[in-house]
Structure formats: structure tokens, C-alpha cells
């Protein structure tokens, strides 16, 4: 049996993608089970479309509970969505025994969020065998393909310290 150390929370999640998207309506069962595991992520209610290792693609819908003055998408409704896509996409990659955590988030906006958002993240991590500096970027798009904002996350990739 594994330690608790050594479970990556991201491969399950993955291994239950794998059940559970081919069932009717199982991504929004899936993408609910996310939200559970990972409170803050799930408060925009998001839904995970595809997922392996290495790729995410996540929409959300334009409503009232992600809104800002402005009538549009809030920029940290934005930012949660595409750290949620380079997560999934990224921490799917590690091994057991790598861990990674977000150091940095940038985002650029490029016009104002409107619509179904569709993120979209694709990554090649290194191999880890020391402490590494990654980033991993997500585009978010609205229906008409165009870029609303793009997600840099700077993650530090390192071994899984040995269990006490």
C-alpha cells in the first residue's frame, strides 16, 4: 500500500475520468466530484470535457454567479478556470513520487469573457529529479475561437520527500 505522501489525487481523479466519461452525463458527475475535492476550483462550476495526461479542456458557462460589473466574465473566475486546466493537465504527468505546487499565476486579458469559455491546456513536463521551475499555459476562448485570456502557471516539479 501506498503512504499518503505518495497518492496523487490527480491520477485518481484521472482513473475516474476514465469510468466515468463514456457514461451519460458523466463528465457533469465528474466535473462535481472535482469541485468536491477541490472546493475553490468547483465554486465556478466548470465542466471538464477531456482529460489525459498532458491535456485539459474545460467550459464554463456565462452566468450570473461569474459575472462582474461589467456584464462579463470576472477576471478571477478566469484565472480559477485556467489554473483548473493546467492543473488537470499538468499534475496528470507526474509519477508517484514527484510533486508539484503553483508558485505563480499571471493572466493576460485579451477582451471581455462572454458566452460558453472553453479552456484549454497542453504540457510536456520534464523529468523531475531535482527541483524544477515549469509553467503551463491554458487558453480560454469564447464560441467564436478568439483568445479572451491566457494563463501562465509557474509550478515547482520536485521529488516526493521519503516518508518519516
Same mark, same amino acid.
Not at 469541485?35 to 456565462?62: E, F
Given at each position: 500500500?501506498? #503512504?499518503?505522501?505518495?497518492?496523487?489525487?490527480?491520477?485518481?481523479?484521472?482513473?475516474? /475520468?476514465?469510468?466515468?466519461?463514456?457514461?451519460?452525463? &458523466?463528465? /457533469?458527475?465528474?466535473?462535481?466530484?472535482? &469541485?468536491?475535492?477541490?472546493?475553490?476550483?468547483?465554486?465556478?462550476?466548470?465542466?471538464?470535457?477531456?482529460?489525459?495526461?498532458?491535456?485539459?479542456?474545460?467550459?464554463? +458557462?456565462?452566468?450570473?454567479?461569474?459575472?462582474?460589473?461589467? $456584464?462579463?466574465? $470576472?477576471?478571477?473566475?478566469?484565472?480559477?478556470?485556467?489554473?483548473?486546466? %493546467?492543473?488537470?493537465?499538468?499534475?496528470?504527468?507526474?509519477?508517484?513520487?514527484?510533486?508539484?505546487?503553483?508558485?505563480?499565476?499571471?493572466?493576460?486579458?485579451?477582451?471581455?469573457?462572454?458566452?460558453?469559455?472553453?479552456?484549454?491546456?497542453?504540457? #510536456?513536463?520534464?523529468?523531475?529529479?531535482?527541483?524544477?521551475?515549469?509553467?503551463?499555459?491554458?487558453?480560454? +476562448?469564447?464560441?467564436?475561437?478568439?483568445?479572451?485570456? +491566457?494563463?501562465?502557471? %509557474? /509550478?515547482?516539479?520536485?521529488?516526493?520527500?521519503?516518508?518519516?
Amino acid at each position: 500500500m501506498s #503512504s499518503p505522501t505518495r497518492d496523487n489525487p490527480i491520477k485518481k481523479l484521472q482513473q475516474l /475520468w476514465q469510468r466515468l466519461q463514456h457514461v451519460p452525463g &458523466g463528465a /457533469w458527475i465528474f466535473s462535481r466530484i472535482l &469541485g468536491w475535492v477541490v472546493p475553490y476550483t468547483g465554486s465556478i462550476g466548470a465542466n471538464v470535457k477531456a482529460l489525459k495526461p498532458g491535456y485539459a479542456l474545460i467550459h464554463l +458557462r456565462d452566468r450570473r454567479r461569474v459575472r462582474n460589473h461589467l $456584464h462579463s466574465v $470576472h477576471a478571477l473566475a478566469l484565472a480559477n478556470l485556467g489554473e483548473a486546466a %493546467s492543473g488537470l493537465a499538468m499534475l496528470g504527468t507526474l509519477s508517484a513520487d514527484t510533486r508539484g505546487i503553483p508558485t505563480k499565476l499571471t493572466i493576460d486579458f485579451y477582451k471581455k469573457a462572454r458566452g460558453l469559455l472553453i479552456a484549454e491546456s497542453h504540457c #510536456s513536463p520534464p523529468t523531475v529529479t531535482q527541483d524544477t521551475d515549469f509553467e503551463v499555459y491554458a487558453d480560454i +476562448r469564447d464560441t467564436d475561437g478568439d483568445i479572451v485570456a +491566457r494563463t501562465t502557471v %509557474s /509550478w515547482r516539479l520536485g521529488p516526493v520527500p521519503p516518508a518519516p
